[in-house]
């Protein structure tokens, strides 16, 4: 079977067809440079997956219609099984692929098809209307839909063993106050910056004089006392002290330490929980990666000190990139600038756009104005996480 390709702006658009049919071969069809500069990315992860289609690109002017036609005249007459993916392409091409049609209709079976990445099924397009029978999957992973944008993930966030449990434990304490929890862990973290030097990174030791210095120390003492006597009694830390000289505690497991790393880290732990555990109506993954604090390089060089960006929860649903900004406290306008941009420029029109907040803490005219805003980006709003339960949360990630 051979492939017929429109080149499209659209990475995604361009290798879809490769993906569900895996094809013999497939033909490109646009501008050279812009098809060279992408094509060695497409090969890649098409030897990643172990398809092994044969790419070939034929070059066009995109603004003469006749010769395009020529083309797909050429292409017409000398393969034998090859079927038109409309998915991508500009509208001259398409133009031209309606008068090929037309021109063969009555001496040759010219099949056409286009993928709906929403349902995740091709549709005919040709007399018959009959799809082409898929073999593969529409699915990539984060690393690679980031990788098929010219980007690269550098890294993700947590790797080591996560417990749900762990996750569902913090969470309830950070629901209790969030505004509360993001003090109590600030105050925490800034305590532990003069904890004593050991090997066990778990177990942490604070001389009271090693506190000097810190501004407003005797508050933020008793904020993580609060805190430490919540995580004693569930569990989460062990043999907590608080003497006079010296504050003592040993985290349960690493886990539990990341998570309190940073105020925003347990609810993309919380987020990136329910949105792993959801399943589809046969029950498979909803979502087939997920990954917390991806950090993506743009131009995908690791060597370089280049533009990159975390994004707290990316998520893919078969070749549709979720890009989630993760908010436990104040959230700035700009928050919405920067999740529109990463997002598009890291999955295009296929993006999909979310930003969650523990409680949106802004009044007023000002709220309405970030609300619509973000609306105006196609950014999906979920301001009272704090008050949701897993099922509501599910369907709020469902609607996206």
Known sequence: MTIVEFFDQSPTANLISCLVFRPDKVIFIGEAQKMKQQILCYKKILAQKKITTEIVLKTVSLNKIDTIAELLSEIVEQEKDCIFDLTGGDAVSLAAMGMIYER????KQIRMHHFDTLTGCTKGCDFSGEAPKMTGQAEISVAE????YGGTVRFTGYRGEKSEKTTAK???ICCSDPAGWNRAVSDLRELESRREAKEDRLAVTISTGALAGIPNAEQKLKSADQLLSQLQKSGLIH???CRKDSISYCYQNDYVRHCLEKAGNILEAKVLSVAGGMLDDDGRPYYSDAKSGAA????????????CNEIDVLLMRGVIPVFISCKNGEIDDDELYKLNTVALRFGGIYAKKALIASEMRRKGAGTEYFMQ????MGILVID???HLTDKMLEEKLRNL
């Open 239 to 241: 043999n907590y002290s």
């Open 373 to 376: 805003r973000a609306e105006d």
């Open 170 to 172: 913090l969470w309830r």
């Open 296 to 307: 993506i390089d743009w131009d995908g060089d690791l060597e370089d000190a280049g533009t």
């Open 384 to 386: 009272n996480m704090a």
């Open 104 to 107: 063969y209709r009555n001496q």
């Open 145 to 148: 839909n980031i990788m098929l």
